[in-house]
């Protein structure tokens, strides 16, 4: 087994686990979720989805191997930084149609 301390801090190095997988290497640390929300801006909301719809989302987020929630969290980061952009440049072009 290679030496911890022999092994540069990188994230390829981290993600093959040669940074310390094993149980003694494991520390469990008690933070409040309040904490944690508050130190990357999260806010807890409750939405209501048609059934279907939330199926679907389930469905999706299993097949890319991850929650339904932080899909859902994807998805509507997707759609605000398009509707953003789509809505700047929208106003550019208005701003260019009044300046001719």
């Known amino acids: 087994m290679t030496k911890i301390n022999s092994i540069k801090g990188t994230t390829e190095a981290w993600e ?13 640390v008690n933070i409040e979720s309040e904490v944690i929300d508050e130190a990357l801006a999260l ?12 199926e679907d989302l389930k469905n999706i987020a299993q097949i890319r191997g991850l929650g ?12 605000v930084d398009a509707e953003k952009k789509l809505l700047l440049q929208e106003l550019a072009a208005e701003e260019m149609k009044e300046q001719a």
């Not at 806010?43 to 939330?54: D, E, M, N, P, V």
């Not at 339904?68 to 759609?79: A, D, E, I, T």
């Open 16 to 28: 093959k686990g040669l940074l310390g997988r094993e149980e003694e290497f494991v520390q469990k």
């Open 68 to 79: 339904y929630q932080p899909l859902m969290k994807q998805v509507l980061k997707r759609f």
């Open 43 to 54: 806010q807890a909301i409750s939405i209501r989805l048609q059934k279907g719809l939330l």
